[in-house]
Structure formats: structure tokens, C-alpha cells
């Protein structure tokens, strides 16, 4: 017995096939060709089509692999995908793309975001967050405001995630709640708040059906079965974005379990009993499948400061010669481009350093330190607003393959991080799959998927040294009004 979890990220799609102890029976990965399609400044687009090709491709290849060691796609009972939180796209009623998706981390909704916070103000206060232009719904309106004949023709204005699960199942009318946050949708009342119809004009009917993460939506279709090789006995089920993907991953489950996903961004989430709410945005809080409330949030510096600074990605030989020079004599903050939307909200933030560092193989140190400075001011501010975080921090994303950046952060945090055999967001999705199948909740699933493959303690003399250093970054944060 089987279940496939599906990961559409910012570069490409994963997919992995597991047991329900969490073992890996196989695995494949496509990367895009292009991260952004798009030559207007602040835009960031990709093509709906490039999303399923990919994931098709992805699927293909696993059954291959099952057929190859003689396992049936019949045995895979359930599916779950997950995609980039905020990323939408509008659909004909014939469910074809009438625009390029609109990507997370586009911009060009930031008159639209101020709209909609200043219309779905009770919303937004009730839920303890803000609106900003990652959000969807601003997209949303964008998208009636500068392209009306689009927004007309639109039958379905829908996440990536929701996207690929209606090529798999012919169903283009369904997300999930952890996706459908940044859309507006009220996670205490279950349902589309008036505000978006009646003061912003956008037709509810155009907006998914809302379920929780886990619920079944419909089988593969006969469609999809012929394209990818799956069986039509396989259920689909919703899934969530990636971070809550990432976060169910982790194996944080129980209040004040935090996880920290370093891929191309930095993503924290955690789990609390009661929902924390920040009037500065800087956080929001996804509800858990099993009644808690994970809160969180998303900076803009992660893994994305090492490919800028190293197109030619020869990290594996800079892990092996990065460690003695760590601590390193340069402090940033590693971002790339302008903005921030978190640990500390501000549009006009730009990278800093500090000090000097000689030669390639110390500014790779100073980026990775920067990275987990910036992790650590995180989860100060989560702390002061509220939220209990334990002495150890789940770690999943593509950093966690650098040991020597696994523990310069176990150093700078002071905490122990737990690193999970199995460390992605596909492998999130796959225990959502599970979690309504095989399992009778997400917490039971977790439990019995998820297992801790390595550990890495602070030492103690690193601690030390890196409490200087860290202090000087956060007290740079302060100077420039960043904090």
C-alpha cells in the first residue's frame, strides 16, 4: 500500500512514492526550463502548461520505476500535491489557461493589496494578519482591474496546486484551506468572507470549492491514467502549499514543535495551540488539520543568495572547505533584491554586510551564517508575539543537505535540529495523501511516516562566538529601521 506525494515548487516538480512507515519505494524530479517567463520588472510568471508537462514527466517516470521492480500504479491508493502559497492562474470554462500563472513572489498587486486590507480589514484582524501583494487575492483583483476581458472570460481563478490536481482528475473546482488563505478565505467561519464579492467586486463563483487538506476530490481520470501511467482506482486528494507541505514533513506535530524549510526562501511554521495574530503581517497562522494552528511566515533570503553569488553551484566542494573558517569575518543579510516580508516587513530593505571576507569560499560561509541570522531574528519574533518554541527545530529543504550549514544554524540558534530521513515537501504531500487513507489523521500519519535521521547539537563554544556576531547583525537590522 502506496501513496504518492507531488511537490510543484518555484523550480520544478518533485514526486515520491512511499509506504506507510514512510520507506521510499521511488522517486523522480523535472526541473523547469525558465523560473520566470515574464520581462516586466516585478513580474513573475510561468506557464500553467510547463507546471503539468513537468508533473507528467514526474509521474511517467515513477511508474516506470514501479513497473521495474514489479509494483503495480494499482497499489498506489491516494495522491496529494502541493504548490507555491499564493500562486494563481484563471482557467476558461474549458479549463485551459487564459494567462500565465502569476507567482508568489510577483509584485505587481501592491495598490490592489492595500485595497483589499483596507476592505477585508475585519478579516484580516480577526485572523491576525495583513495583506500584502504575495497574497492571491490582490493578484485577484489585479487581474479585474488591468485585464477585464480575462477576468470575464474567467470560469475558474484557481492555486497551482489546483491546477495539477484538475489535470489529474478533470476537477478544476476545489483547493484546500491552507492554499485559499492567501485568497481570503476565513479559516474560522469556513467560508468566502462577504468583503471579496460585495467590496471588491470579485465573483465568489469564480473561486474553488474550500476542504481540508487530506479530503478526497475525485479519482485519477481515464485522461490522466493514459498520460501518465497511473490507475484510475488511484484517489486524489487535496493537498496544501509547500510550506505546509514542508512543515507536515518535518515532523512537527505537537504544540511548540517549529520547522524551518530553507530552499530557495526561508519558511517557518510551527504548531500552537491557539491562533497568534501580527498587526504588522509579518506572520499568518494556517489551520492544522487537527484543530491546532500552525503559524508562520516567509523570508525573502533562503538558498536563493547562494545560486546569485554561485551560478555554478559547486557547493558540495565549498561544504568541504567552508568549515574552518566558520565563524566567518563578515555578517549579512543576504538578500537578494529589494523588500522583505519577513522576520521584519519592509519594502525597501536591502542586503548588508558587515566586516570583509576573503575569497569565495568565506562569502559562502557569510551567506549561510547570514541565512540562519536571519532564521534566528524569525524566531525571536515569533516568540514575542506569543508563540512557545521548543529547545529543538525541525529542518527540511534543500540546505539541510550541508552539514556544516546544518550546524552553524544549530549554533546560531542554540537549538538542537532534527533532520528527517525523508526531507521535502513531496513527502509532506504523501502523508496528507495518507492521512485520511491509510491513517485516521495527520498526527497519526506523521507519527508513523516520519523519522529522524540526524541530529545536530549546538556547541557550545560556537554559541558563544556566534551570539556576538549575531547581535551585531540584528543590531544593523535596527539601524537601518528594519526592526
Not at 312 to 328: A, C
Not at 330 to 341: T, V
Amino acid at each position: 500500500m502506496y501513496v504518492l506525494g507531488i511537490d510543484v515548487g518555484t523550480q520544478g516538480v518533485r514526486g515520491v512514492v512511499v509506504d506507510q512507515r514512510g520507506k521510499i519505494l521511488t522517486s523522480s524530479s523535472v526541473p523547469f526550463a525558465y523560473m520566470n517567463i515574464s520581462i516586466e520588472e516585478g513580474y513573475k510568471e510561468q506557464d500553467a502548461e510547463t507546471w503539468w508537462e513537468a508533473t507528467r514527466d514526474v509521474v511517467a517516470s515513477i511508474v516506470r520505476g514501479m513497473n521495474h521492480i514489479g509494483v503495480s500504479p494499482e497499489e498506489i491508493q491516494a495522491i496529494a500535491v502541493d504548490g507555491t502559497s499564493g500562486t494563481i492562474v484563471a482557467l476558461d470554462s474549458d479549463h485551459h489557461a487564459l494567462c500565465r500563472g502569476i507567482m508568489y513572489n510577483d509584485n505587481r498587486a501592491v495598490e490592489e493589496a492595500e485595497q483589499v486590507q483596507s476592505e477585508g480589514s475585519v478579516l484580516a484582524e480577526k485572523l491576525g494578519y495583513k495583506f500584502n501583494s504575495s497574497f492571491a487575492l490582490p493578484k485577484i483583483l489585479w487581474m479585474k482591474r488591468q485585464g477585464r476581458e480575462l477576468y470575464e472570460k474567467a470560469c475558474y481563478i484557481i492555486h497551482q496546486s489546483d491546477y495539477i490536481v484538475g489535470r489529474l482528475t478533470g476537477r478544476y473546482d476545489v483547493s484546500d484551506y491552507s492554499n485559499a488563505l492567501k485568497s481570503g478565505y476565513d479559516l474560522l467561519e469556513r467560508k468566502w468572507p462577504g468583503f471579496i464579492e460585495n467590496g471588491l467586486g470579485i465573483d465568489i463563483q469564480k473561486l474553488p470549492h474550500i476542504v481540508a487538506p487530506g479530503t478526497y476530490i475525485a479519482n485519477v481520470s481515464e485522461t490522466a491514467a493514459k498520460n501518465t501511467g497511473l490507475s484510475t482506482t488511484t484517489a486524489v486528494m487535496a493537498g496544501s502549499t509547500d510550506g505546509y507541505a514542508s512543515a507536515i514533513a518535518s515532523g512537527a506535530i505537537l504544540p511548540g514543535d517549529f520547522s524551518t524549510s530553507i530552499g530557495t526562501t526561508l519558511t517557518i511554521k510551527g504548531v500552537v495551540k491557539e491562533i497568534i495574530k501580527d498587526c504588522q503581517g509579518r506572520i499568518y497562522c494556517h489551520l492544522h488539520p487537527d484543530g491546532y494552528w500552525m503559524p508562520g511566515g516567509a523570508s525573502n533570503t533562503g538558498g536563493r543568495c547562494l545560486n546569485h553569488y554561485f551560478p555554478e553551484k559547486r557547493f558540495d566542494d565549498y561544504n568541504q572547505l567552508v568549515e574552518k573558517l566558520l565563524p566567518t569575518n563578515a555578517i549579512m543579510y543576504p538578500l537578494i533584491g529589494k523588500g522583505e516580508r519577513f522576520p521584519f516587513l519592509c519594502g525597501d530593505a536591502n542586503a548588508f554586510i558587515l566586516g570583509k571576507y576573503s575569497g569565495d569560499i568565506e562569502l559562502y560561509g557569510a551567506l549561510i551564517e547570514g541565512v540562519a541570522y536571519t532564521e534566528r531574528l524569525a524566531y525571536e519574533t515569533l516568540q514575542e508575539l506569543g508563540c512557545q518554541v521548543n529547545d529543538h527545530i525541525y529542518v527540511t529543504g534543500g540546505a539541510v543537505r550541508s552539514k556544516v550549514w546544518s550546524q552553524a544554524r544549530a549554533n546560531i540558534l542554540n537549538k538542537v535540529l532534527r533532520k528527517p530521513f525523508t526531507a521535502e515537501p513531496a513527502m509532506g504531500s504523501a502523508i496528507i495523501a495518507a492521512s485520511r487513507t491509510i491513517f485516521q489523521n495527520i498526527g497519526e500519519a506523521v507519527s508513523s511516516m516520519v523519522m529522524i535521521h540526524e541530529e545536530y547539537q549546538p556547541q557550545r563554544e560556537n554559541v558563544k562566538r556566534y551570539e556576538e556576531r549575531y547581535q551585531l547583525y540584528k543590531q544593523e537590522c535596527k539601524r537601518r529601521g528594519y526592526i
